[in-house]
């Protein structure tokens, strides 16, 4: 596949007729809506030499809430090894907490795609946020935290999934080591039953830096306690903070390396965002706030405001910036370049694979990219 930066006066039909393609391809591949104006700036995947479409061979994963519209994980689901339902909660006394809705139709969703679905484990509380009051409790008391893994693993067994992930946040620094053991306690359970179990683990580059987020995690004790990890490498950018790249392919990169010093490379999944954000201007630190868009969302307000995309080559991510109702705004996103980065940073390093943070809105361009990116032939894979 192709990607073509779109240029001053490019319309999808000279592009088409430059690439000797059809106009129909473009408007697929990037979810363009009437009447399909560009932005310039904008990057395009072209389909110039089309060719089956098979899973990609490397582990895909992508996380989701039971409200998913059913065609975008429709879409979706061919490209996913694992679905990973976000997500069950539990009781300060192990009982677990399931989704509000009902998750039993994604489960056999993804069976029937041949995807696994994974349940997700988070320690929710009332509040709906990470609680690691509650985290405290589970990782210290040998006898409650038996009762929440005998009810993972009836409810894995009678619901169908495939496997846990165990995704805790804002783990107390004392915790770290009982939090490690609690990971490997699932995972002998979850194991027993033919399944593994993954972490997902902030974003460190080194053993000892400070942080609420970081503290309580221990990649080299995670790493040697789970199946396989999830370095949830995004949120540079984030709702609270200044405006920059979500994840920054400069910053990924350290964190990449750093796991590398701790986890054997084929236990690593490399996290990569599926949204972006608004930001107001100007900035101002505890006051602005960015909203959460998707990436074609982002490529639509461009587009609607007359704004020039650009492309950030420290970041190697794109944003631009507009002005709406007399206020200033700049977005940063993920396109096919910036995703084309991190699909690169996975073969360089002999990763396991990627996992998405989220997979609500469907952006089509990632996974044609990827799974050309990460091909084999149906053939290819009976043979080997």
């Known amino acids: 596949m192709t990607i073509y930066i779109v240029r001053a006066g490019d319309t999808i039909d000279t592009i088409a007729s430059a690439y000797g393609i059809s106009t129909d391809s473009i408007i697929y591949n990037n ?61 300060a006394e192990g009982a677990l907490i ?45 006898g409650v935290q038996q009762i929440l893994i005998d009810n993972l693993r009836k409810t894995v067994s009678q619901k169908g999934f495939e496997g846990v992930d165990i995704d805790f946040e804002y783990i107390l620094a004392e915790d770290r080591v009982a939090f490690a053991d609690f990971v490997t306690n699932v995972r002998t359970a979850i194991n027993r039953l033919g399944y593994p179990v993954s972490v997902a683990l902030a974003p460190k580059i080194s053993d000892n830096q400070p942080g609420l987020l970081y503290a309580g995690k221990d990649y080299q004790l995670l790493g040697e306690a789970a199946d396989h990890v999830l370095l949830m490498t995004y949120e540079w950018g984030y709702t609270y903070g200044p405006p920059m790249a979500v994840a920054p392919i400069n910053k990924v990169r350290e964190v990449v390396e750093y796991a590398l010093t701790r986890i054997p490379a084929d236990k690593i999944n490399l996290g990569i965002p599926n949204y972006g954000y608004d930001w107001p201007l100007p900035y101002e630190r505890g006051v602005t706030s960015a909203r959460t868009i998707s990436n074609t969302e982002a490529i639509e307000i461009a587009i609607a405001n007359n704004a020039a995309i650009q492309f950030d080559q420290v970041a190697m991510s794109p944003f631009f910036t507009y002005e709406q109702e007399g206020i200033s705004h700049q977005v940063w996103f993920e396109d096919v370049r910036s995703l084309k980065e991190k699909f690169s940073l996975i073969r360089e390093y002999g990763l396991r694979g990627a996992g998405y943070w989220q997979i609500m809105n469907l952006f089509r361009a990632n996974w044609l990219l990827l799974a050309d990116t990460f091909y084999i032939s149906s053939a290819d894979r009976f043979s080997s």
């Open 31 to 91: 979810q363009l809506s009437y009447p399909y104006r560009l932005a310039l700036g904008q990057a395009l995947l072209l389909n110039t030499q089309p060719g089956p479409e098979e899973r990609p061979i490397i582990f895909t994963g992508g996380y989701a809430y039971p409200f998913i519209r059913q065609f975008t994980l429709t879409q979706t689901l061919p490209y996913l090894s694992s679905l990973f339902i976000f997500s069950y909660g539990f009781t």
């Open 98 to 142: 399931p989704p509000p809705l009902d998750d039993s139709w994604m489960i056999a969703l993804a069976r029937e795609q041949d995807t696994a679905p994974i349940l997700t484990l988070t320690p929710f509380g009332s509040d709906g946020r990470f609680n690691n009051s509650l985290i405290n409790s589970i990782v210290n008391d040998s």
